[in-house]
């Protein structure tokens, strides 16, 4: 079984402007997690979904965002980028029933100038 | 609120001497608690968890971890030390409601492994 892919894996953008990352979650699991990762802060989470629902968000600002497709795929979006966002962006994604294990994909790695 | 600590940042041990990583918790209710590692440029891979039961929980890769409830602790131990676990290590708690869920996780200790 495939495990879980971020596109891209490597991100440079620029201050002002918007990214998109992509996860394709573990053939039928259904829960889709993002954290972020950064030296300083560590690993922070950012929102979970499930069947294209945002169940849950972390404490980040409106900038950071999300979504879910009928085919479990997920996006998250950040715009307006600053120098902070500079980060590894992990996603995760886990089985109906077994939220406790969570398959992480090996991240997109985003850095902002 | 939950919150996790590893106390140490970084630890260095030889090839084939024990280890064992700290990690304290706080959480209201029993956690469910894992144990996550991280090699360079890589995700995180699962090494085990725990729920309830039986406090020493067994995992992949040799590693086992003990729960101690009256000291908060749920720390991670390997009795000899391969030079392929040099990494990063992860304590997360997990934790669940109004059905939705995350992880909330340490600040990770990295191990290196002298040959």
């Known amino acids: 079984k495939a495990g879980v892919t971020q596109t891209p894996r490597y991100l440079i953008k620029t201050r002002g402007q918007q990214v998109t990352l992509s996860c394709s979650p573990i053939?039928?699991?259904?829960?889709v997690s993002w954290y972020q990762q950064t030296p300083g802060q560590g690993l922070q989470f950012l929102f979970e979904?499930?069947?294209?629902?945002?169940?849950n968000k972390g404490n980040f600002p409106g900038r950071f965002s999300g979504r879910q497709f009928s085919n479990s795929r997920s996006e998250m979006n950040v715009s307006t980028l600053e120098l902070g966002d500079s980060a590894l962006y992990l996603c995760?994604?886990?089985?109906?029933?077994?939220?406790?294990?969570?398959?992480f994909g090996p991240g997109t790695r985003l850095t902002v100038t | 609120a939950q919150s996790v600590t590893q106390p140490d940042i970084h630890i260095t041990v030889s090839e084939g001497a024990s280890l064992e990583l700290r990690c304290n918790y706080s959480?209201?209710?029993?956690?469910?608690l894992f144990w996550y590692v991280q090699s360079p440029g890589q995700g995180l891979q699962l090494l085990l968890k725990?729920?309830?039961?039986?406090?020493l929980v067994q995992g992949i890769k040799g590693f086992e971890a003990e729960f101690k409830r009256s000291q908060s602790s749920f720390n991670l131990r390997k009795p000899s030390v391969h030079w392929s676990d040099a990494a990063e290590y992860f304590c997360?708690?997990?934790?669940?409601?109004?059905?939705?869920?995350?992880?909330?996780f340490g600040k990770g200790t990295k191990l290196s492994v002298i040959p």
């Open positions: 995760a994604s886990s089985g109906q029933g077994k939220w406790y294990e969570q398959y």
């Open positions: 053939s039928g699991h259904r829960s």
């Open positions: 979904y499930f069947s294209e629902t945002q169940r």
């Open positions: 959480y209201g209710a029993t956690p469910y």
């Open positions: 725990y729920f309830s039961g039986d406090t």
């Open positions: 997360a708690v997990g934790h669940s409601g109004a059905g939705s869920y995350q992880l909330t």
